[in-house]
């Protein structure tokens, strides 16, 4: 596995996190069926290069520093990285953090999500990534690309795909 070298109860769980619905889904689903206690939890949100390219500069390759629960919480804190996290998201991950006590840490990208989520399975030494399926109809894969497609076939780790509704 990606997360090869450490000891076999320190496992490192990705969650791919845009928000959406199915995002939201798969945190749910990453939390009620694979999360252990004392796993570490690894938020990963990848931001479309926009008007704050040169404020990011810094972290337009490798990404933010890992910013740990209580700084991803604090919405000042998260303005800094052009990021308005989400109540439900942050009220499931103060839950499981408290009753499975887990170590969560988020890890933003700029970028083509497709090739950023591939790139922090690596850098992150990401066990297994769990992540919503926006459930595109076959043209807008087609012309937009499936985010999904992508990973499962790219990444280095086992990718667990959460379906909607």
Not at 99 to 117: F, I, M, S
Request: hydrophobic share 40%; aromatic share 4%; with cysteine.
């Amino acid at each position: 596995m990606a997360g090869g070298g450490r000891a076999d109860d320190e496992r490192r769980i990705g969650v791919a996190m845009d928000y959406s619905a199915s995002s939201k889904r798969a945190l749910d689903w990453a939390i009620a069926n694979l999360l252990r206690r004392g796993d570490h939890l690894v938020v990963l949100h990848v931001l479309h290069h926009g008007g704050e390219e040169a404020k990011h500069a810094l972290w337009g390759k490798s990404g933010s520093p890992l910013i740990p629960l209580s700084e991803f919480r604090d919405p000042t804190a998260m303005q800094q990285y052009g990021v308005h996290c989400d109540a439900e998201v942050l009220d499931m991950l103060d839950t499981a953090a408290r009753q499975l006590e887990l170590t969560v840490v988020a890890k933003l990208y700029w970028g083509d999500a497709r090739e950023k989520l591939c790139d922090a399975v690596e850098e992150q030494k990401i066990d297994t990534l769990v992540m919503g399926s926006r459930g595109l109809g076959s043209i807008q894969r087609i012309l937009l690309g499936s985010v999904t497609n992508y990973v499962l076939s790219n990444a280095s780790c086992p990718v667990t795909v959460v379906k909607g509704k």
